[in-house]
């Protein structure tokens, strides 16, 4: 059975020609190194966050923002792995013959419905107050999907979903620090997206024909690369 990571998908719902010709062909675009500074932040959340649910204690930003909520109590093991992004939480597709698979954040227990939330990091440095579901950029309609992704896995494995997902955003821009003296500071937030996970089968039905396909999918008109490819012909 052939593995589809959350990524690849989610490159196929931005371009098609893009997913196509890194994915099936084999010609991947140029790389860029992560973010060590995220990378960083997201482990301490994780350390943070796994610090109550030891103690199977809400953490305090759940009590700041009125939700009857803890970390979910998960085997370590299975923690382990569904934060891993070789393994994660992996499920087979109803409509396709792909094994799905995406590294989640985090998990929490809505207590008062015994569902579970899904959960995802980010770390930026924005002056302005940050709204993902109303925004028009790509990479942030791309968190939107991430979470949607991550409850259908857990949906496919058994999990009964909570239907509000969070963000725990930090953001370096939002504080009143001055000097660095060797820290930085982060303003958190909590936001929320209503998941829907109605359009996946159907999404991964086209990807599989278009993955079987040998004709190159048309370039888009919204994708960056494909555009500026058609520029580059002009010169």
Not at 64 to 93: C, H, I, M, T, Y
Request: with cysteine; glycine share 2%.
């Amino acid at each position: 059975m052939q593995s589809l990571s959350r990524t690849a998908w989610d490159e196929f719902i931005k371009c098609k020609r893009c997913f196509f010709i890194s994915r099936k062909l084999g010609i991947r675009p140029i790389s860029f190194p992560g973010y060590p500074i995220n990378s960083k932040v997201d482990s301490l959340l994780k350390n943070e966050f796994d610090f109550y649910r030891k103690k199977n204690e809400p953490h305090p930003i759940f009590k700041q923002n009125n939700l009857n909520f803890v970390p979910l109590k998960l085997e370590e093991q299975k923690l382990k792995d569904f934060r891993n992004n070789r393994k994660g939480v992996r499920a087979k597709s109803i409509k396709t013959k792909f094994e799905i698979f995406g590294a989640v954040d985090d998990l929490w227990l809505n207590k008062d419905t015994n569902e579970v939330v899904v959960v995802d990091y980010k770390a930026t440095s924005n002056k302005k107050e940050l709204d993902y579901v109303n925004s028009e950029k790509s990479y942030h309609k791309s968190y939107l999907r991430q979470l949607d992704f991550y409850a259908y896995l857990l949906e496919l494995n058994k999990y009964k979903i909570f239907k509000i997902g969070y963000w725990v955003l930090c953001n370096a821009g939002r504080t009143d620090q001055n000097f660095f003296e060797s820290k930085l500071n982060f303003k958190i937030d909590l936001l929320t997206h209503e998941i829907d996970t109605s359009y996946i089968e159907d999404s991964l039905v086209e990807l599989e024909k278009c993955f079987n396909s040998d004709k190159i999918p048309s370039a888009s008109f919204i994708c960056d690369t494909c555009r500026w490819q058609k520029e580059t012909k002009k010169i």
